[in-house]
């Protein structure tokens, strides 16, 4: 055995309290409970005061970086000091989503009840991948879910509470969604084909399996794909934008003759370019036929879908195996929060399911016990089921309808107003909230146009291309838009066109 050192005392280093210059305890409670109470007034008077700020900011990339130190303070700073700074540097640089004068992309979602409840979610701070990490943030997350889904009018076998196999679950996103669905139809299939043909190896199925979405549908789609390490291919869509059972039947078919594997179809209900929807009646028998995974992206249209005048845009849902919408778009919950349904939970759970000695718990085998960590990708997640919680007590049903609604008739407030002028066409049928119009003439022109129009920061518009065509959206997005701003931001176009014009004429 080797002969013990001696190791020289050393000098015990100063309670931190002694440090010059550092206080301990920056914030404690009762400075917290001060500090909590100016940001919430902070966020209430910026809420309150967003449509005087140009929605638009008017900086260059990099800006940010000359206006704060290259490195991290060696000392603590006053909070009042960043607190000024949030004016000063934050501000100048943010695009004020929810302003009344924002109609560009689509809406992200917020309400105060459900700013109060990320609060509280943040002072709770559970990270909820299992029933025992906080049995709360699941039980709640698996009714809030079977609340919403009734709301939607989903078939039974989607909820949890049912006597199906289903249920649902928050995800961070859309695309998350898609990626999750995509990955769990693969493992599926791949053990399906395995299991008959015990020859065929994991790699050799991947080569040839195929996805399918319409050529309309979100670049996210493209990227599960990408991700999933699978063959996606575009279907092309009909006149009205929308995927047809026929243009599927005939890919499906082709591919097939050429020794691929259809796995994976991605229906979209409102598309991202001009809302469009793909026939779920057509698409959803034949999927069920061809024994293809069907997922629906609706994550913009999905709220509307509680109002009964618009369900009839989700009937087909029945033929699906998986279903997503946002309610941080358009449902006053905000981000993140993106709802996703199964019809089969042993296909998500079958998936991604792997459960070290950490991670179990008591339970396990009740029969009770949902443990989201194997519904989704990353392992932590929030208690983002808080705020649908909050959201759907203060506003029930019926206020959430009534949102839904104003917001539908502001859209065609606007389409009325474009069909007005003969200068302007509008390019798609205004179904919910997004509105497509574009100048007569060429794609130059509407783009000049659209420079125009974000370059004045009055109000902030994006654009697509539907076909050959450069196309402007007009998108109702604030929780705080009225007909004035609507008015408003109409005449800022018109104007804004009639400059642009008078050279031509002359």
Known sequence: MAPVQEVAPTEAAPPLEFLPGLNPVTMNTSEFRRRGKEM???????????ERRPVYPAVEPGYLRTLIPSSAPEEPEAYEDILGDIERIIMPGVTHWHSPYFFAYFPTAS?????????????????????????ACTELET???????????LPDAFLAGSAGMGGGVIQGSASEATLVALLAARTKVTRQLQATFPELTQAAIMERLVAYSSDQAHSSVERAGLIGGVKLKAIPSDGNFAMRASALQEALERDKASGLIPFFVVATLGTTNCCSFDNLLEVGPLCNKERVWLHIDAAYAGSAFICPEFRHLLDGVEFADSFNFNPHKWLLVNFDCSAMWVKQRTDLIGAFKLDPVYLMHG???????????????PLGRRFRSLKMWFVFRTYGVKGLQAYIRKHVQLAREFESLVRQDPRFEICMEVILGLVCFRLKGSNQLNETLLKRINGARKIHLVPCHLRDKFVLRFAICSREVESAHVQQAWEHIRELAEDILKPERA
């Not at 009714?143 to 009018?153: A, E, F, P, R």
């Open 40 to 50: 919430v007034d902070y966020m209430a008077d910026y809420l309150e005061g967003i």
């Open 111 to 135: 309400s105060y009840p459900a700013l109060l409840a990320d609060m509280l979610c943040g002072a709770i701070g559970c990270i909820g991948f299992s029933w025992a990490a906080s049995p």
């Open 143 to 153: 009714v809030m879910m079977d609340w919403l889904g009734k709301m939607l009018q």
């Open 363 to 377: 339970h396990q085998d009740s029969g009770l016990i949902t443990d989201y960590r194997h519904w989704q990708i």
